[in-house]
C-alpha cells in the first residue's frame, strides 16, 4: 500500500480520538520541554559565569584558602589563615608587576535615617580594587590609599541600596550606618545586575583595613591580583608562591588564574547541563512508555479492524507501518510542540535570570522525541500486524 495512503489512515486515525492522541503526546511535550529549558540553563550558566570571569581580563590571579588538592583541616573545614598582612607583603614585592589587594566579604544591615536594608554585602577592600577587578563609578569616587591607610570610615555603595535608602535623593556626602559603625558615603558603583536571585547591586564597599576591625576578624577571604601585563602572569604566580610560603604551607592556600578558573567552572557546568539533560530525559522516556500503552490499547480496541482490512487484502507490513506511523507522528508532533514551548520558556527565563538556547539541545530533543516514536511504537505495531485475520474478526 503506498506510504500516502498509510500516513493519511494514521492521520485520520489519531483525530478520531483527539484527546487520547493529545494526552498521549503530553508526555513527549514536557520530555523535549524539559530537555531545552534545563540544558539551555546550565549553558546560560556557562556562558554567565565565563563572561564575568572572562570581563576581570586575562591577567586576573587570586588567592584562597586551602590547598590545591582540595586539602582541608580537622572535621573536612578549610581552615582560613591569610591574613591582610600576606596581601601587604605581596603587593610591596611585586609592585612593579602587579596590581593587588587583600578582600573580605561580610552580610549586615545597612541604615539611613529610618530606612533600612538588613541584608546587605558588605566588601572590604583596598583603594585600587576597581583597577583589579575592572568596575567603575556612576557618581563620586572610590575611596583612597590615604583613606585605607588612615581607617577613614568612608563608603561606596551599590544602585540597590542608593534605591532602598535614599530613594532618588543624592547619596553623596551622606552618612550611613554599617552593622555598629557609621560611614560617610563618597561614590556609587556602577550597576551590575542580578544573577540567579543574587543582587550583585545590593553592596556597600569599604576599606578593608576597616571592614577587619569593624567585624572583628583578623582573616581575609582573597587576595586579588592582576598582573600588569599578560606576559607577566606566570612570574607574579611563582613570586606569589614563594612569598606566601615563607609563612604558610602548601595545605594553606591555593592559588589560581584566570584559565584554571575557566577550566574549573567549564567544567562543573558541563556536568550540570548533562545532569539536567539526563533529568529531562527520564520525563522524555515516561512520555514513550506512556507511547508504548496507549499505542497498545489502540491495537486491542481495533482487532476487528485489523482483521477486516487483513481479509479485505491489507499486508502484514500495511499494518505494521500504520501503527508505527501513528506512533511516530504522535512523537513528532509532541516535540515539534514541546520545542515550540521550550523556546519560548527560554527566552522568558533570559530576561528573569540566565538561559541560552543551544541548537544541539534542540536537535537532541527531537531526535530522542522521533526515536522513542520508532522504539516504543515498534512493539504495538507489531503486536497489530501478527493478529490472525479469522481470530481478529471473531474478537470481541
Request: proline content about 2%; cysteine-free; charged content about 15%.
Amino acid at each position: 500500500m503506498d506510504i500516502q495512503v498509510l500516513l493519511s489512515l494514521a492521520w485520520q486515525s489519531l483525530l478520531a480520538n483527539k484527546l487520547r492522541s493529545i494526552l498521549t503526546t503530553l508526555g513527549i511535550i514536557i520530555g523535549v520541554f524539559s530537555i531545552i529549558l534545563l540544558v539551555s540553563l546550565g549553558t546560560g550558566l556557562q556562558t554567565y559565569i565565563t563572561g564575568q570571569i572572562s570581563s576581570l581580563g586575562s591577567n586576573l590571579i587570586f588567592v584562597i584558602p586551602g590547598s590545591e588538592g582540595g586539602g582541608r583541616g580537622p572535621g573536612g573545614v578549610i581552615t582560613n589563615k591569610l591574613l591582610l598582612s600576606d596581601a601587604t607583603n605581596i603587593a610591596t614585592k611585586l609592585r612593579s608587576v602587579a596590581l593587588v589587594t587583600g578582600f573580605v566579604q561580610q552580610v549586615a544591615s545597612v541604615k539611613y535615617k529610618n530606612q533600612i536594608d538588613k541584608s546587605v554585602t558588605i566588601a572590604g577592600a583596598s583603594y585600587n580594587y576597581p583597577d583589579i577587578v575592572n568596575i567603575t563609578m556612576t557618581q563620586g569616587t572610590f575611596f583612597t590609599q590615604a583613606q585605607e591607610r588612615s581607617g577613614s570610615k568612608v563608603a561606596v555603595i551599590g544602585q540597590t541600596v542608593v534605591d532602598k535608602l535614599f530613594h532618588g535623593s543624592t547619596p553623596i556626602g551622606k552618612i550611613i550606618t554599617v552593622g555598629s559603625g557609621r560611614f560617610t558615603v563618597i561614590g556609587v558603583v556602577s550597576k551590575r545586575g542580578s544573577i540567579f536571585g543574587l543582587d550583585q547591586d545590593n553592596v556597600v564597599g569599604i576599606p578593608v583595613t576597616v571592614a577587619l576591625h569593624q567585624f572583628g576578624i583578623t582573616n581575609i577571604s582573597t587576595i586579588y591580583m592582576k598582573a600588569k601585563d599578560t606576559s607577566f602572569v606566570p612570574f607574579v604566580e611563582k613570586q606569589t608562591k614563594r612569598i606566601l610560603l615563607e609563612r604558610l604551607t602548601t595545605d594553606d592556600f591555593n592559588l589560581q588564574t584566570q584559565d584554571t578558573a575557566l577550566s574549573t567552572v567549564t567544567n562543573i557546568t558541563n556536568i550540570l547541563s548533562l545532569a539536567l539533560g539526563g533529568i529531562a530525559g527520564i520525563s522524555l522516556l515516561v512520555g514513550g512508555i506512556g507511547v508504548a500503552n496507549i499505542m497498545l490499547v489502540s491495537v486491542t480496541e481495533r482487532t476487528r479492524e485489523i482483521g477486516l482490512r487483513k481479509a479485505l487484502g491489507a499486508r502484514r507490513q500495511d499494518i505494521l507501518t500504520q501503527f508505527l506511523l501513528e506512533a511516530v507522528i504522535l512523537s513528532v508532533s509532541g516535540g515539534l510542540i514541546g520545542i515550540a514551548f521550550g523556546l519560548s520558556a527560554s527566552l522568558i527565563v533570559a530576561k528573569l535570570l540566565v538561559s541560552t538556547v543551544t541548537p544541539w539541545s534542540i536537535f537532541l530533543a527531537f531526535s530522542f522525541s522521533v526515536l522513542v516514536g520508532v522504539v516504543f511504537g515498534m512493539a504495538p505495531a507489531v503486536k497489530a500486524s501478527k493478529l490472525s485475520p479469522i481470530e481478529a474478526l471473531r474478537y470481541e
